[in-house]
């Protein structure tokens, strides 16, 4: 019944190389403007329409891998091309393909300069996005992890604004240094778990609690740098004002979320008695990033730089619930990334469309756009909401969820409740509203006063276009999350259960085990 | 009696039919043009009106309805479902919210005619109507709060509806923001209703209450402990303070009169911001068992009655006036909910409805008249110009005082006479609070009442010349509106005693039958029925009537008689006049104790928490720099900044709560 099974089909590895192959030809072959933009276009949608066997025929009912595929790889050092999604990965594999044909689309008439290279970047970076979401070994997860800094630092750098060198430098610098530690945690599990790079493996092996934290806390510097978390999460404003619109919107609605990914597929997971250990820190972290963050969103006069804060103000609540161990909560974070990859991406496309008329960002030098643009205040409007978490828009789903799970994993996991920790990041239902319609009034609301305002005209049908998968993605999900949640059920309970079984007794009786063993041997 | 099945089919079309129209005139409003627009929602909603009024009666018969749709959501054992429960108590909701709804369509075609905004208006409106629907209709928290925060929604966009006034684009963030801080409370209160209760349906959770709280479960926080029951119904109750613009949240619906009229008497007047009154009543099953929460309803309940009465004895904008009386009115119903005369406070909550929303559109009619003018002393005599509006206004403003036979007379003096009987164990002071602040309430809105319409229709005329050319009675498509709400203002009183029976003691055997809960132990209308005067007539000794009496006689005097009397007394007054003139300064002081402390801390905190401590402090400077700056830094800490100082706190109150988890 199920394609995969019935074929044999490699439906990841494709997933995964079409949009290179599909780069490579048009690097090679397409010549003009004009022609790369419509070779980009086909190639992103076939790149969708081969990731969505994923969705149809995922099976709901099992946490363990499906569409895997296992080709060795470097013998020598036992990796492997192994690939393979659950319930949670699966989503941001289909989100990726689409918010892809999204930016393709997106750039249509605004990038003029370079035009091949960028669908180029942008196609090598849907590669290696889908390749971190989908590896299944961790030489292979982090090459793509790193592979992708390449096109994601061009983009910036060559399309961004004045300030990209700084930008992309800050960007770079951060992620790399992160980076580097995973690098060495993942070397260092590689020597403990007996040799071998399968994240599967480095599931079931038992690390005793001193390797635990220490690999958690590696882990721990590479993923929150790239939530990011406070307070390492100084490059994201930059890097966002700087980045090109599909740029941000690929950097809000994908890249993100590979951090809070690699909290639930590292840390939770192989190394849960260290997770349960720095619960504390990252509630308090969260927080700050859900509390601070938006205090500092208040006050932003550039557009892009306000949604910058505001997304990290909302993986705030990702991080709060991936660190709450209950299914609420942790349904509620991978939710939470979902909508948020619809919410922030359309925010950033809004802006871009209104950068693209006055070629400025600064909340002061708009004001009154409705009268001009009513389609797009309207559209806007939508968005901004959405990002208010109003109830019927998807963000809603994902905070009430994290919310509930706080709010009950109360009594198990701490002496001090979650109760209060739950009514704090309750309070983002009032700062999020203060910060996003305090700019939606600056910006769209007033009368038309400034003459440059005056100039601009409402949306083009293919601007218009690519803002309606996004509100009907985020329509239905807030209203009808089901289908969203049946995906996650049994892959977020055996995560759950993962991290939540101690891996110490495991590890003591191995060590035990070990003279033995030796003994043996000799 | 017979049971009554109630069809499904119609329930789900009440709020259906909105929603359609909403979305005809608000996707296709282009194509439609005006005419279609009005009609297809305002049609729409007439039908809704119909079928609310069909689906009142047999549930009046005995039917009732309660069942799921459909699932929301599921998580775990965390699940929602959407459903409705149908039951008297939503029923005369329904039926309010779709009959004034319909009034003030109909009305809207003559208001709002010519508006380069025309079809999005009626978009908005119908699709008010249905988000209040689904607020009154549904089964659970969820669908309470899906309605609540829509309303919220439409209420933004209508209030910024004209957009280009910089003052209702501001209004319109702060009604938006402010019931997001009761929203706030109300989420906690969802969040802890499903973590104590394992459910979020209305009946489950309170056929499980009564156990529930003797089980005595208590919440701690640093030391203050308080009941798990008390803490839900005050969580909760924050939202319905921010929903129904009651004192400290209440700063946002006098504001939020820069919206159009017709959404002043739709949504802030007669439905929306009732909601929060609702909300007690329904969840009268929960709050009966906290005397704690009833008192804190009480208590702000009457100080918003009483508070906001004072601010509309000064007031000059004919709108304003009535959206203080409004404020000030909703506190009585909070007071009647508080002390557990849930029934009272829902028929004032319907008396109020009807004639609140005529003095509003009776005032938006005036407004139209007198080209766009909203300030009384720039109106009277306008009696002679139009005679409907005239006639309809004096029967609200009837109503509003509490005369006899009118619709807010019954209501109002039952909250009162209620009020008087309920004694409160703990707190023996609220009642006699709360009896104090809504007697003198009920002087100051008649003279308020009567000093708006002696102003506005009698007195000496001070239109100018250039709007008395226009001066007219509106059209009829304004006029019909008026008249079948003041239908309502005149008889509603009468009807819900006599008829419906609605101020029965036993609340079961009474309209309300099991929709509102009472217990035993305090119920003042059982009371009252025992002990209060008796017999028809019996007003004629109460103390509210003739205070009504009293207020509209000293309004007479005032601006009817000796018209040079106001000048002197608010020069007599000095301070306290401009005191309340200036609605006891609430905006000033939210802006200096919230507002600017905000923007102060969010500007810090960008710039020194992130530009200079962790840019140029971690990352550049390095460690070395970072001490530098942090020297001078703790050389600043004594700044007397307040936002500096909060900082701190923030700060603080995270090291805290960190050093409490890892030690516990």
Not at chain 2, 199 to 212: H, L, R
Not at chain 2, 300 to 321: E, F, P, Y
Not at chain 2, 552 to 577: E, H
Request: contains cysteine; glycine residues 8%.
């Amino acid at each position: 019944m199920d394609l995969h099974n019935v074929l044999d089909f490699p439906i990841l590895s494709l997933s995964i190389f079409l949009p290179l192959a599909g780069a490579l030809v048009i690097w090679l072959f397409v010549r003009g403007d004009n022609a790369v933009r419509w070779a980009a276009l086909i190639v992103s949608i076939a790149s969708f329409v081969v990731t969505l066997p994923l969705a149809l025929s995922f099976d709901t009912s099992t946490s363990h891998m499906q569409f895997e595929e296992f080709h060795p790889w470097i013998t020598t050092f036992n990796i492997n091309y192994q690939l393979g999604v659950d319930g949670i990965s699966m989503p941001f594999i289909l989100l990726t393909s689409l918010l892809t044909i999204i930016c393709i689309v997106s750039a249509w008439q605004c990038i003029t300069s370079r035009v091949k290279e960028y669908m180029i970047a942008f196609l090598v970076l849907e590669t290696t996005l889908i390749g971190v979401f989908a590896a299944m070994d961790a030489v292979l997860f982090y090459f793509f992890w790193e592979a992708l800094l390449i096109p994601m630092y061009l983009i910036i750098g060559i399309w961004g604004g004045k300030n990209r060198v700084y930008a992309t430098l800050k960007f770079f610098l951060y992620t790399l240094a992160g980076s580097v530690l995973m690098l060495v945690a993942l070397l260092a599990m590689y020597f403990e778990a007996g040799k071998t790079f399968s994240m599967l493996a480095f599931m079931d092996y038992p690390f005793d609690f001193t390797w635990q934290i220490w690999i958690f806390i590696a882990f721990f510097i590479a993923f929150a740098v790239k939530v990011p978390m406070w307070p390492v999460h100084t490059w994201l404003p930059d890097a966002h004002t700087e980045a090109p619109t599909a740029g941000s919107v690929i950097l809000a609605g994908i890249l993100l979320k590979m951090g809070a990914y690699g909290f639930l597929r590292f840390s939770l997971p192989m190394l849960p008695d260290a997770s349960q250990y720095f619960v504390p820190f990252m509630v308090a972290f969260s927080l700050i990033a859900i509390v601070y963050i938006s205090l500092v969103a208040l006050m932003q006069t550039d557009m892009k730089r306000l949604i910058a804060y505001s997304s990290i103000a909302h993986m705030g609540f990702v991080t709060l619930g991936t660190f709450m161990f209950t299914q609420a909560a942790l349904e509620g974070a991978v939710i939470g990334m979902i909508s948020h990859g619809f919410v922030a991406a359309a925010l950033f496309l809004c802006v871009g469309v209104m950068y693209d008329r006055l070629h400025t960002r600064e909340i002061g030098d708009y004001g009154g756009v409705v009268n001009v643009m009513p389609v797009f205040a309207a559209v806007f409007l939508f968005f901004c909401m959405a990002n208010v978490a109003l109830p019927g828009a998807s963000a809603f789903v994902g905070e009430i969820m994290v919310l509930i799970g706080t709010f009950e994993a109360n009594p198990v996991y701490m002496g001090m409740s979650t109760k209060w920790v739950a009514i704090a990041a309750t309070t983002s239902v009032v700062l999020s509203a203060c910060y996003t319609l305090w700019m939606y009034k600056r910006v769209v609301m007033g009368d038309l006063v400034k003459d440059s305002v005056k100039t601009m005209k409402d949306m083009t049908v293919r601007e218009f276009g690519f803002f309606v998968p996004l509100m009907v993605l985020t329509l239905w999900m807030g209203l009808y999350p089901l289908p969203f949640l049946d995906f996650l059920h049994v892959s977020v309970a055996h995560l759950i259960e993962q991290a939540t079984t101690s891996k110490l007794d495991a590890a003591a009786a191995l060590v035990q085990a070990l003279p033995v063993i030796d003994a043996a041997h000799h | 009696m017979q049971e009554i099945t109630l069809n499904t089919a119609e329930l789900l079309a009440i709020p259906a039919l909105p929603l359609l129209g909403a979305l005809a005139a608000g996707l296709f409003g282009w194509a439609l043009k005006e005419k279609l627009s009005h009609i297809v929602t305002s049609g729409s909603v007439i039908l809704s009106a119909i079928l609310s009024v069909h689906v009142f009666i047999q549930v009046m018969n005995g039917a009732s309805f309660h069942g799921n749709f459909w699932t929301w959501m599921i998580a775990g054992d965390f699940v929602v479902p959407v459903g409705m429960l149908i039951d008297p108590l939503t029923t005369i909701m329904m039926m309010t919210v779709t009959i004034v709804s319909s009034c003030v369509h109909i009305y809207t075609i003559g208001y709002m005619h010519g508006d380069p905004g025309y079809p999005r208006f009626f978009a908005y409106i119908s699709a008010f109507t249905f988000s209040m629907l689904v607020l009154v209709m549904g089964n659970n928290f969820f669908t309470l709060f899906f309605g609540w925060e829509a309303v919220g929604l439409f209420s933004y966009l209508l209030i910024g509806f004209w957009y280009q006034r910089d003052t209702a684009n501001k209004a319109a963030m702060k009604a938006f923001i402010v019931n997001r801080i009761g929203d706030f409370g109300f989420a906690v209160g969802i969040l802890a209703v499903w973590y104590y209760f394992g459910s979020v349906e209305y009946k489950t959770v309170f056929a499980m209450t009564p156990d529930f709280v003797a089980q005595n479960v208590t919440l701690g926080f640093m030391g203050w402990e308080v009941t798990a029951i008390t803490f839900i119904c005050l969580a909760l109750f924050v939202g319905a303070m921010g929903k129904s613009g009651q004192v400290p949240l209440h700063v946002w619906l006098p504001d939020s009169m820069e919206g159009p009229t017709p959404i002043s008497a739709l949504i802030h007047a007669a439905t929306m911001v009732t909601a929060g009154v609702f909300m007690v009543a329904r969840l009268s099953p929960m709050f009966e068992f906290s005397e704690v929460a009833l008192a804190a309803v009480v208590i702000v309940g009457a100080t918003t009655a009483w508070m906001c009465a004072t601010i509309g004895l000064v007031q000059n904008d004919i709108k304003r006036v009535i959206a203080y009386s409004t404020c000030s009115q909703l506190g009585y119903m909070f007071v009647a909910c508080g002390v557990s005369a849930y029934s009272a406070g829902i028929f004032h909550l319907m008396t109020h409805a009807y004639f609140k929303a005529l003095l509003f559109l009776a005032a938006g009619s005036v407004i139209h008249a007198v080209m766009a003018e909203q300030d009384i002393r720039k109106m009277g005599q306008l009696r002679k110009y139009m005679p409907i509006t005239y006639i309809t206004m004096f029967l609200a403003a009837l109503a509003l005082s509490g005369v006899p036979p009118f619709a807010g007379f019954f209501s109002k003096d039952l909250i009162i006479e209620a009020t008087m009987m309920r004694e409160f164990t703990e707190f023996g002071w609220v009642g006699t609070f709360a009896t104090f602040a809504l007697l003198s309430g009920v002087f100051m809105t008649a003279f308020y009442t009567f000093r708006m319409f002696f102003l506005t229709f009698h007195n000496s005329d001070r239109v100018d010349a250039h709007a008395k050319a226009h001066l007219h009675e509106s059209p009829k498509v304004i006029t019909i509106p008026l008249m079948i709400l003041a239908i309502g203002a005149v008889i509603t009183g009468m009807w819900g005693v006599f008829v419906l029976d609605i101020a029965n003691p036993q609340i079961v055997e009474g309209y309300f039958r099991d929709a509102i809960f009472v217990t035993d132990a305090h119920n003042p209308l059982m009371i009252l029925a025992e002990h209060g005067p008796h017999g028809w007539y019996h007003f004629v000794f109460t103390a509210p009537f003739w205070l009504a009496i009293g207020g509209i006689g000293l309004a007479y005097v005032m601006y009817f008689r000796q018209t040079a009397m106001p000048a002197a007394i608010a020069r007599a007054a000095g301070p306290v006049y401009t005191f309340l003139l200036n609605k006891w300064y609430w905006d000033e002081l939210y802006d200096k104790i919230f507002v600017a402390p905000t923007r102060g801390l969010g500007t810090f905190l960008w710039q020194k928490g992130d530009l200079d401590m962790i840019d140029k402090g971690a990352i550049h400077g390095g460690i070395i720099d970072s001490i530098k700056s942090g020297a001078a830094r703790m050389r600043n800490m004594q700044t007397g900044m307040v936002f500096h100082y909060a900082f701190a706190m923030v700060v603080g109150v995270f090291g805290l709560l960190t050093y409490l988890m890892l030690s516990a």
